[in-house]
């Protein structure tokens, strides 16, 4: 079955510092990564994504994730943090196979981001 | 930028009554789904919806649950009993692709089940 986990419920960083929030996934065929954000009373935004290709995306506002297959892991990552950078954001998977659920995305939990000044 | 809509923001109910939430994906996406949020919990996958047929639905899109895509533009969510556990946020999304593609949210609509 496909998951997604984001072992941090809320992650605190000082501006002009770099962050990181961390994902794993499990899927069965080849895995197809997303990152969202979400700010307050707000629908989900897409940052960046892993198809194929580069283990180092690059997405929006200065946002980067790397792709690492041997330790299923996609985390997001931004060299200096802004306080506009404070959202909730979740990780998703989507199992690229054939095996059935190639249509949905399986979100994490989120990851609460604190920027603080 | 072109954008997914959606209405109402918010819908108050009471339990047993039908709700119809609404949706206008983005104009060429083929692609649609609604996903839900229940307040403090993971974002959850409904049901996709391409070339006016369901292609996938989760366990939680039982029998109360049915979508529409009734002219060339709205995608509509029914509950037709509503039950004080379907409160939640209710997300529309579209994609131009299935599988590769990102997908665009709407801002979502509050569902709340008195």
């Known amino acids: 079955a496909q998951s997604v986990a984001q072992p941090e419920d809320q992650v605190n960083v000082a501006e002009g510092n770099p962050l990181t929030v961390k994902c794993t996934y499990s899927?069965?065929?080849?895995?197809?990564l997303f990152w969202y954000v979400q700010y307050p009373n707000r629908g989900l935004q897409f940052l960046l994504k892993?198809?194929?290709?580069?283990?180092l995306v690059k997405g929006s506002y200065g946002f980067e994730a790397e792709f690492n297959k041997s330790q299923t892991s996609f985390h997001l990552k931004k060299p200096s943090a802004l306080v506009s950078d404070s959202a909730l954001y979740f990780c998703?998977?989507?199992?690229?196979?054939?095996?059935?659920?190639?249509?949905?995305?399986?979100f994490g939990a989120g990851t609460r981001l604190a920027v603080h000044p | 930028e072109p954008e997914v809509t959606q209405t109402p923001s918010h819908q108050v109910t009471q339990m047993g009554q039908e709700v119809i939430l609404r949706c206008v994906p983005i104009?060429?996406?083929?692609?649609f789904y609604w996903y839900r949020q229940i307040l403090g919990q993971k974002v959850e996958f409904l049901v996709s919806?391409?070339?006016?047929?369901?292609?996938?639905k989760s366990e939680i899109f039982d029998d109360q649950f049915s979508v529409e895509r009734p002219d060339g533009s709205n995608f509509t969510l029914k509950i037709r009993s509503t039950k004080l556990e379907d409160s939640a946020m209710y997300f529309c999304?579209?994609?131009?692709?299935?599988?590769?593609?990102?997908?665009?949210f709407g801002e979502g609509s509050r569902l709340t089940v008195l």
């Open positions: 892993y198809i194929t290709g580069d283990n």
């Open positions: 104009s060429n996406h083929l692609y």
């Open positions: 919806f391409y070339n006016n047929e369901i292609s996938e």
């Open positions: 999304a579209s994609s131009e692709i299935p599988n590769t593609g990102e997908l665009f």
């Open positions: 899927v069965s065929g080849n895995p197809y």
């Open positions: 998703a998977v989507r199992d690229g196979g054939f095996s059935g659920g190639y249509n949905k995305l399986i």
